[in-house]
């Protein structure tokens, strides 16, 4: 999981452990947020403690309604001016709010999913209890018989890789976009537990990073759950997906970031039409 850059302005709403200390008071709170990167498919508390370690912006300053009035504190009064002073009241988001620094929602889901990939989407579990911002959906499994763990694991397989590259759109710079309607049209193939490959998937994606081994050992444990998934029809998909994704980031140093638009199916013969590619 890997959320894009977030502008200057929007990073002074998180807090590296130094600032939090100036900022806080018996007032607020700081709720943990993840790092932009996950290395696994969990997101656990000692990957929480590193990234805090190495100074890393992964605390949000909470001054929900339950709390006594931050202005009455010189701590977190003074970081509010900071905020004032480069005129964050007054931009859009905060202008709507009463007061304006206080952020509605926080709260924490079972799953995480960033809005924006570069490699391919990948499903977090949230095992630390963090809270993240828009920038990373946060779910919640609504059916028992499907789990966290195989909502994680199902979701890295060749089918819903090409499902995402299919529905998902351009964006600058090479990056794959997925808005909620269309993370609800991706194909997942949900076999009951499949879950329990989760520990094995997490520590190959902590080994490799966000490459084609991650899916190729996802697609491999998917035929031997015997679902009527041959190597034929795996290697047929993941091919699919590769020149799909190729398409997306070839020429991402070339073109200029533009706004996003929808992919376009290949044509019959199965080649790429032209502009069907990120950024």
Known sequence: MESNHRPQHYQRCFLAPRR???????????????????????????????????????????????????????????????????????????????????????????????????HYPRVVMNDAGVVTTDTIYRGTVRHEENSSGTQTTSRLASTTLLSAELEGRSFGGGVLELVPSEVARLLVLFIPGFGTELDRLDAVARAVGESQDLMDETDRLLMKADVGLNQVLMERLASAHRRYSAAGRGRQHQDRPGPARPRQPPDDAGHLRPGDRRG
């Open 20 to 118: 939090l200390t100036l900022a806080r008071c018996p007032t607020s709170g700081a709720v943990p947020v993840p790092w932009r990167h996950a290395a696994g498919l969990r997101y656990t508390e000692s990957d929480h403690a590193r990234a805090d370690a190495a100074g890393a912006r992964v605390h949000l300053l909470d001054f929900s309604s339950d709390r006594p009035d931050p202005e009455t504190h010189p701590k977190p009064t003074s970081y509010l001016e900071v905020g004032k002073a480069a005129e964050l009241h007054l931009r859009y988001k905060c202008r709507i709010r009463e007061p304006w620094y206080r952020v509605p929602f926080i709260r924490a889901g079972e799953l995480m999913l960033s809005k924006r990939s570069h």
